[in-house]
């Protein structure tokens, strides 16, 4: 128990000095860096598997090969998402 809360303490210590912090931050970025291509490969997918879903619904809702509804038109012709469209009222600065 006495070791436990000195290793504790010693932590808390450490975790309150700026040169720490720093450090931890830069570590932090790093991994963070190595991660993004994964992140992003597992995000995109995510969104595939979403609107997968979302179109099966919609045909079951709307009834399977009825042609009923529009069609989803995603992306351009080879198959990849645009980019975003920005709002469309203009600028929020009041403008």
């Known amino acids: 128990m006495l ?21 931890a931050g830069e570590v932090a970025g790093k991994a963070m860096q190595q991660a993004r291509p994964g992140l992003m490969k597992a995000s995109h997918r995510a969104g595939e598997l979403t609107r997968k879903a979302s179109d099966k619904l919609q045909d079951t809702i709307n009834g399977a090969g009825g042609g009923q509804g529009k069609a989803r038109v ?22």
């Open 3 to 23: 070791f436990r809360r000195l290793i504790v303490r010693a932590l808390m210590t450490a975790a309150r000095n700026p040169h720490v912090q720093r450090k």
């Open 74 to 95: 995603r992306g351009n012709a080879k198959g990849k998402g645009g980019k975003r469209q920005g709002p469309k009222d203009g600028p929020k600065d009041g403008r």
